[in-house]
Nanobody, 115 residues
C-alpha cells in the first residue's frame, strides 16, 4: 500500500489549495479515505473523511463550509479542496486508509498559510 500526497505549499490567508492523495497497492474503491493534519507538538486531527463510493462525507467543525473532500475512483485519488484558508490551517496534511487489520498513512504535505 502506498499513499502519496501532493499539492501543499505557501498560500495567503483567504487563498485556496487542492491537495491530492494518489493511492496504490489496494482496491481503492473498496475503502473510505480520510485527510488528517498535524501541527508540530499537537496531536494529529481528523479533517475530513469520505466513504468508498463518495456518497458520505464528514468534516471537522473548523473546516465545514471551507473544505471539500472528494475522490476519483478511476484515478485512485482522493482530494481535499481547501478554500478561505486561515492561519490556523497551517499544518502537515496526511491521507489515511484504514483497513480491517492495517492502517496506512502517506508521508504528508506541508500547508502554510501566511501573509
Amino acid at each position: 500500500v502506498q499513499l502519496v500526497e501532493s499539492g501543499g505549499g505557501l498560500v495567503q490567508p483567504g487563498g485556496s489549495l487542492r491537495l491530492s492523495c494518489e493511492a496504490s497497492g489496494f482496491t481503492f474503491s473498496s475503502f473510505g479515505m480520510s485527510w488528517y493534519r498535524q501541527v508540530t507538538g499537537k496531536e494529529r486531527e481528523l479533517v475530513a473523511s469520505i466513504s468508498s463510493v463518495g456518497g458520505n462525507t464528514i468534516y471537522t467543525d473548523s473546516v465545514k463550509g471551507r473544505f471539500t473532500i472528494s475522490r476519483d475512483n478511476a484515478k485512485n485519488t482522493v482530494y481535499l479542496q481547501m478554500n478561505s484558508l486561515k492561519l490556523e490551517d497551517t499544518a502537515v496534511y496526511y491521507c489515511r486508509v484504514r483497513m480491517l487489520y492495517s492502517d496506512y498513512w502517506g508521508q504528508g504535505t506541508q500547508v502554510t498559510v501566511s501573509s
